[in-house]
């Protein structure tokens, strides 16, 4: 299988399935010097594993992460970080019923119909606990981004239709609330609206805002590589998200070019804007401006209700899925979405050390 390499220098490999061993991921390119623990990662793991709340599905993982390679005496040795976190709570028995039927909502048809093979545990490679190699490269990406000023954050900007506009973040309350959102008042009545669904059988969905700052001008390859279309890349390769908008997204195509463009003003010599429609991103470069990004995140495809399908062979028939499963996967996506960013960014920002002749002098010149 191809496809599970992301990145040019700071690259990413996840590997693994929902319910063998482990799931894992190697990290190359990351530099030499870099202080890290499994402690450090285990704090962004910690974000993601189950059983965190009501609202989340009750496999008991401690998704403990391993350090195998690539870290000596506490700091990164410039060779490939490989990290292992092994699954401990697979019940493959609840897949059982589901061996010959494809879920509505799910990758097991195109899968069986690309590789003539179906893993039916959990999804196998199209599991969400796929992004647990996400979360463990992005942790490290974030440390790297850190050394350099720069920090990512995401949270839940709306869970179905209780949305928070930008104007009444609280971001004090994003911890202190399971759904992760800046505003413990619509957390509540988000929360409320999920047991609703509980109940029915049903899920919901919602959005994911990541916001990047201490971001230089100038980040993104021009063309095919821009900074926009890597994040969409990365975001959207998270096998829940749907769509991938940066500023004002799709809202601008209702606006004018008065309103929409932003404009820049001087200030002791710094060049800034005054609004930033644009998210941070002109013409694909990043422009200086704090980058916002969101991401729409579908409803969780298991759910309990009965539902119709075919079996593999090619028969009507229905199917009620079992098993231990999220009602909304919003909140353990957050530092998913945040990490894939944080791994863009940091991959760009490698690269773009050779886009002028005096960033190679820099490093070069001797002394």
Excluded at 69 to 74: I, N, P
Excluded at 91 to 108: E, K, M, T, V
Excluded at 259 to 288: C, M, Q, V, Y
């Amino acid at each position: 299988m191809s496809g599970s390499t992301f990145g040019r220098i700071f690259r990413i490999t996840t590997w693994g399935e929902s319910h063998g061993p482990g799931i894992g991921v190697v990290v190359d390119g990351c530099p030499a010097g870099l202080p890290l623990s499994e402690a450090y990662i285990q704090a962004f793991l910690d974000r993601r594993k189950p059983g965190q709340s009501k609202y989340t599905t009750k496999r008991n993982e401690a998704d403990s992460v391993e350090i195998l390679s690539g870290v000596f005496e506490g700091k990164t040795t410039g060779t490939p970080i490989s990290l292992l976190v092994r699954n401990q709570d697979q019940r493959s028995r609840d897949y059982g019923n589901i061996a010959s039927l494809f879920r509505p909502g799910h990758a097991d048809y195109p899968f069986t119909e690309k590789y003539g093979i179906r893993d039916y545990r959990g999804g196998g490679r199209s599991s969400g606990r796929e992004t647990i190699g996400r979360v463990a490269a992005g942790a490290i990406a974030s440390l790297l981004l850190k050394e350099l000023g720069i920090t990512v954050r995401a949270y839940t900007k709306a869970i179905g239709p209780y949305s928070i506009s930008s104007e009444n973040y609280k971001f004090s309350e994003i911890e202190e609330n399971s759904l992760y959102m800046p505003s413990n008042e619509t957390a509540q009545r988000a929360g409320e609206y999920i047991s609703q669904l509980m109940s029915e059988k049903d899920s919901c969905g919602g959005v994911i805002e990541c916001v990047a700052d201490g971001l230089p001008a100038g980040l993104g390859e021009p063309v095919f590589d821009k900074l926009d279309a890597l994040l969409a890349q990365a975001v959207m390769s998270i096998g829940a998200v749907k769509g991938v908008e940066l500023g004002d997204g799709f809202a601008a195509s209702a606006s004018t070019g008065s309103r929409n463009n932003d404009p820049f003003f001087s200030e002791n010599g710094t060049i800034s804007k005054k609004t930033n429609h644009a998210g941070g991103s002109l013409g694909g470069l990043s422009d200086g401006s704090e980058l916002i990004l969101r991401a729409a995140v579908k409803p969780t495809s298991s759910i309990a209700r009965t539902q119709q399908t075919v079996n593999t062979d090619g028969e009507n028939t229905e199917i009620t899925v079992l098993g231990r499963h999220d009602p909304v996967i919003v909140p353990r996506a957050v530092v998913v979405v945040e990490s894939m960013t944080a791994v863009t960014l940091a991959d760009l920002l490698l690269q773009n050390m050779t886009a002028n002749i005096e960033n190679i002098r820099t490093v070069y010149r001797r002394k």
